[in-house]
C-alpha cells in the first residue's frame, strides 16, 4: 500500500499542485512559494498526521486542531442531514469491505468496470518493478478471496465464512477495514498483520 499511496496520491497532488503554482517539474519552485493543504485526519488517526516532505507545501490537520474525532465528524454531518456520507477512499483499495465492492458494482457501472480491469491489471504486479527482477511470488487481487473481483464472493459473508473468520473478522470482510484510508495516507503503511489465514490485514 505504501507503494500505491506514492504512485496514485501522492505524485500526481504534487504534480498538480506544482502546476497550480505555476511551476511544473523540473522547475524549481521557489523559496516562500507554498500551498497550504488541508487533510481530513481525525484525532483516532492523528499518528498519520505528517509534515509535507517538500518545501512548496504545507500539511494542516483542522480535524486534529478542533480536537475532532471520527464520531464528532458523523455526529456533525448527521446534523447537516448528511448521515449517508461515506468514507474517503481509493476506487481499487484492497481494504474495502464486500458492502463497498456491491455498492460501486451495483451504483457505479463504469467504475465497476475500471475496477474489475485494475484488478486484473495487477495481477501480475508492478510493471516497473517487474522490469527490474522484482516480479511478484504469486498474484495480487483486491478481493480477499483472491479471486478475480468480477467472480469474487461479494455478496455475502457465508455462513462458513463466519464461522471461519469469527465475528469480527467476518465484520471486516463485510464491512471493510474502519480505520481506511485517506486521499493523502494509506492505512497500508501501519505496520502489515497477518491474520488466521495468513492474508495481511
Known sequence: MQRSTGEYKVKPIKK???????????TRV???????????ISTDEFHRAKDA????????HPLI??????SDCVHYLTSLGLADTPKSSCLGCPFHGNAQWRHIRDTSPAEWEDVVEFDAAIRQG???ANATGNKLLGE??????????????IDHVTAA???ALGDEAASALEDGVVNGCSPWSCRGEADPVQDDFGLTA
Open 30 to 40: 521557489p523559496k516562500g512559494v507554498f500551498v497550504e493543504q488541508w487533510i481530513g
Open 16 to 26: 498538480t499542485i506544482r502546476k497550480l503554482l505555476g511551476y511544473p517539474y523540473p
Open 53 to 60: 516532505d517538500v518545501q512548496y507545501m504545507r500539511n494542516l
Open 65 to 70: 486542531e478542533m480536537d475532532w474525532s471520527r
Open 126 to 128: 508492478n510493471a516497473r
Open 140 to 153: 495480487a487481487f483486491l478481493h480477499r478471496s483472491r479471486v478475480p473481483l468480477d467472480q469474487a464472493p
Open 161 to 163: 465464512e463466519r464461522a
